[in-house]
């Protein structure tokens, strides 16, 4: 799985500890999110998705969409 | 008087009805504050209105009354008799647990970082002092061996720790769930190690496996999990 988070973030100006405190989770789950090294739940998902102005599509891109 | 003496001797009386309005609504704040937390204390309250880690204690007090009830039974039923003495006993190890759990929740560093260099220390000299004298100190270097770990697992987790979130939870469910299973497997083996004569285990050998083997290898599988990011 990729990610376009950071991408999204950067684009919004936001830090990772800023978007982490925004859907309330740890900053690391934040890093991984980016690195793609974890599979959120649809709700975190979601959360992310809303504060970065984007869709849950555009913020990840599995395997088999590529 | 001129005028502006009298606006000088106005302004000291409301700078002092001021000041006694502010000292008035503190000392008002405090009484409130203590009552509340007097109330707190003394008052009994639902689960559902208790922090979190009020209900963490509640849950762990809950977990212990159980765990010592189990094996009062068990004491009971395989005829080893659930006398004063262990029952005594089993309070005594209890409230030593439950006292730790408490310092672990204070979430002070000092207190945290004490109660791990007394535990460290009572592991060393349990283990110096059955090298030198021959004699049993199991249950020193389980005990300072338990405090270590519960003071040393909180002194090192840092402030942002405190947020508890999916993957944290997750992390820390499947940790527990693999050392679960590792347990599991080590007590099968050691069964039928045991049924065909291979070793002989004494019940402090077992239990004391126990103690020291499931908060390791949950820690290590935990570890293991966050250094992944995920536990798939």
Known sequence: METKIRDYRVMKNLTQAELAEAVGVRRETVVFLEKGKYNPSLKLAHDVAKVLDATIDELFIFDDDE | ?232
């Open chain 2, 1 to 232: 008087m001129t005028n502006e003496e009298i606006t000088e001797e106005k302004r000291d009386k409301t700078d002092k009805a001021d000041k006694m309005d502010k000292t008035d609504k503190k000392d008002k704040t405090d009484k409130s504050d203590k009552k509340e937390k007097t109330a707190g204390i003394f008052e009994p309250r639902r689960f559902s209105d208790l922090d979190k880690n009020e209900r963490r204690y509640v849950i762990s007090a809950a977990f212990s009354a159980v765990a010592a009830i189990i094996v009062i039974i068990a004491a009971y039923v395989t005829g080893a008799g659930a006398g004063f003495n262990l029952i005594g006993l089993s309070a005594v190890i209890l409230v030593i647990i439950l006292a730790l759990i408490a310092a672990k929740m204070t979430g002070k560093k000092a207190v945290l970082l004490a109660g791990s260099i007394i535990g460290l220390l009572m592991v060393i000299t349990g283990f110096a002092l059955m090298a030198t004298s021959g004699n049993d100190f199991s249950m020193m270097i389980t005990g300072g061996f338990i405090m270590f770990i519960i003071c040393f697992a909180g002194y090192r987790k840092p402030a942002d720790r405190e947020i508890q979130d999916e993957r944290s939870l997750k992390i820390a469910t499947w940790g527990m769930a693999y050392s679960w299973y590792l347990t599991y497997l080590v007590i099968i083996l050691a069964f039928w190690l045991s049924y065909f004569k291979a070793v002989t285990f004494t019940v402090e050998m077992i239990t004391g496996l126990l103690i020291i083997l499931m908060p390791v290898s949950t820690i290590i599988f935990q570890r293991y999990f966050a250094t992944k990011g995920d536990v798939y």
